[in-house]
Nanobody, 122 residues
Framework: QVQLVESGGGLVQPGGSLRLSCAASDRAFRNYAMGWFRQAPGKEREFVAVAAGSWIPNTAYADSVKGRFSISRDNAKNTLYLQMNSLKPEDTAVYYC??????????????WGQGTQVTVSS
C-alpha cells in the first residue's frame, strides 16, 4: 500500500505562486501515474493534472490550469510536485495527490493523500 502525504499549501495573494509536494511511502510510487485533484468549498472534487508513471514523460492538465500549473515527479525521491503560478482566487481549494492510472477520472486512482489547503486571497 502506498501512503501519500501532501505539503506546501498556504495563503497566497492573487498572482502569486506555490509549490505543492506529495511524498510517497513506497518505491512502488514510480509504477503509478500520479495525479493532483482539488475540491473547493461546496463543489465536487475535480481533476487538476496527472503525470505518467515510470520514465514516461507524459502529462495532462485541466483546461483551467493549463499554462499556469506544472506537474513533475522525482522518482528517486518518491515525490510528486505541483508548481502553481499566476494563482487566482478560484484556485482556492483543498489539493489532493493520488496514485493510480493515467486518467482524469477519480475512479482510476487507488491511493489518496489527506489533502493540503490552498487559499488565494488578498
Amino acid at each position: 500500500q502506498v501512503q501519500l502525504v501532501e505539503s506546501g499549501g498556504g495563503l497566497v495573494q492573487p498572482g502569486g505562486s506555490l509549490r505543492l509536494s506529495c511524498a510517497a511511502s513506497d518505491r512502488a510510487f514510480r509504477n503509478y501515474a500520479m495525479g493532483w485533484f482539488r475540491q473547493a468549498p461546496g463543489k465536487e472534487r475535480e481533476f487538476v493534472a496527472v503525470a505518467a508513471g515510470s520514465w514516461i514523460p507524459n502529462t495532462a492538465y485541466a483546461d483551467s490550469v493549463k499554462g499556469r500549473f506544472s506537474i513533475s515527479r522525482d522518482n528517486a525521491k518518491n515525490t510528486l510536485y505541483l508548481q502553481m503560478n499566476s494563482l487566482k482566487p478560484e484556485d482556492t481549494a483543498v489539493y489532493y495527490c493520488a496514485a493510480g492510472s493515467f486518467s482524469s477520472s477519480q475512479r482510476e486512482y487507488r491511493y489518496w493523500g489527506q489533502g493540503t489547503q490552498v487559499t488565494v486571497s488578498s
